[in-house]
Structure formats: C-alpha cells, structure tokens
C-alpha cells in the first residue's frame, strides 16, 4: 500500500470535509510507523498525541494497524470505532456511530475482523462484525447490523441486514 498516494486520494475524497481530512491525514502520518519499528519509536510522541486527539478528542477510533485503501471517506465521525483488524478496500465511505470489528466467540477467542470491499458506503449507526466478508460497491443502510457476508453490488438495510436491491 503506498501511504502518500492514498494520503492525496483522500484527501481529494473529502473536500470539503476538513474534520475528515484532518483525521485521514493523522491516519496516514500514524500508518508510516507500521513500516519499522525505528520509525515506531522515533514518531512514538506523535502516536500518543494521535491517540489522545482523534481517539478520545474526536472519539474516532482508526488504528494505525487497520488496512485501507485510498480514497476513504469520513462523514461526521464522533463514535466511530474501527478495529485494527479491519480491511478497507478503495474509495470506502464511514459515518458516525459506527462498529466495525470482532466478535467473541464460544470458546472465549476473538473472531476475525470484518474485510470490506471497494466502494462501500456505509451509512450511520452501522455494527459489522465477526469475520463477515462485504463484496464491492455495496450500500449499507443506516441502522443496519451485518453478521453475514455480503455479495457485491447491492444495497442492504435491517437487523440482521437483507438485501433490497441489486445494483
Ligand atoms: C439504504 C439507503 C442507501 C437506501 O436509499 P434508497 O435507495 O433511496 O432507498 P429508499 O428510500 O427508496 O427505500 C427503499 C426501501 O428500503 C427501506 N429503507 C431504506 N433505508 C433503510 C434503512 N436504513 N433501514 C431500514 N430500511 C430502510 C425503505 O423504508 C423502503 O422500504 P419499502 O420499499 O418497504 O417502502 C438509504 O436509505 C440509507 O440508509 N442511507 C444511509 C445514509 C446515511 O447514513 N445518512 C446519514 C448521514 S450522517
Ligand atoms: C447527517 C447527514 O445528512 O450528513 C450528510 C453527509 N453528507 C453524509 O452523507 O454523511
């Protein structure tokens, strides 16, 4: 993944949207210390002052270990909780009041994380979770709660999510 590149596309995607392009900047900055653990330690100030702005200031939870592909979107933001293990596929849109993440199995493990498609847009008040995968282009209402997989393009609503339309 080239981190710069994907630094301009979202950028680009959210003109207009300075909340959102400050908080992918952060992003961005935060994902060059996956590259070495020098750089880890050498922006390890920086990494503190990310966590305690976005995370408890805008209350955006984005690690800087979780996958995305350029071109993502944040709308609103406040509540949003992403787990690290999460993969964004390109041009993804995220809103506020979202989950996105694993679930605890039976036996006491976690799950694995949910991988996302390109061109998902996700609406407010969503919960992915578990190890559910989302095709492309797919819109998912606000409100709904995805447990299952999702084929590519369509459009689900609901609690458990239903498809009501295909693209
Ligand atoms: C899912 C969505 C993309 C569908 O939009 P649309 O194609 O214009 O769909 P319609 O409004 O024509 O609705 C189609 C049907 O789905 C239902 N529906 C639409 N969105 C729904 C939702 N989020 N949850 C449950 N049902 C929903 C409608 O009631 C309608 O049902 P009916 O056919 O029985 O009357 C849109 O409703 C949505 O939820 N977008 C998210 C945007 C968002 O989060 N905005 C907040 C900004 S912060
Ligand atoms: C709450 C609202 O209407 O926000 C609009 C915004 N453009 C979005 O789609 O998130």
């Known amino acids: ?13 959210n003109k ?5 392009r400050i908080i992918l900047f952060m992003f961005r ?16 100030i920086y990494l503190g002052f990310y966590h305690v702005f976005v995370e408890w ?5 984005l690690p800087r ?16 909780v992403i787990n690290q293990g999460v993969v964004f596929g390109e041009d993804c849109i995220l809103r506020n009041s979202t989950t996105i993440g694993h679930k605890i199995l039976k036996d006491g493990t976690f799950s694995g994380c949910p991988v996302i498609g390109n061109r998902v847009d996700i609406g407010a008040n969503v919960c992915i979770i578990g190890n559910v995968k ?6 998912i209402g606000a409100g709904t709660v995805v447990v299952k997989d999702i084929p590519d393009n369509c459009v689900v609503v609901g609690n458990p999510a239903r498809i009501i339309l295909n693209l």
């Open 1 to 13: 993944m080239n981190i710069i590149s994907s630094l301009f596309q979202d950028q680009k995607k």
């Open 134 to 139: 989302i095709g492309n282009d797919v819109k």
């Open 57 to 61: 200031f805008l209350c955006v939870e």
């Open 29 to 44: 900055f935060a994902q060059l210390t996956n590259r070495h653990i020098l750089i880890a330690i050498l922006l390890c």
């Open 65 to 80: 270990k979780t996958k995305a592909g350029k071109g993502l979107v944040i709308y609103h933001g406040q509540a949003l």
């Open 16 to 20: 207009g949207n300075l909340k959102g």
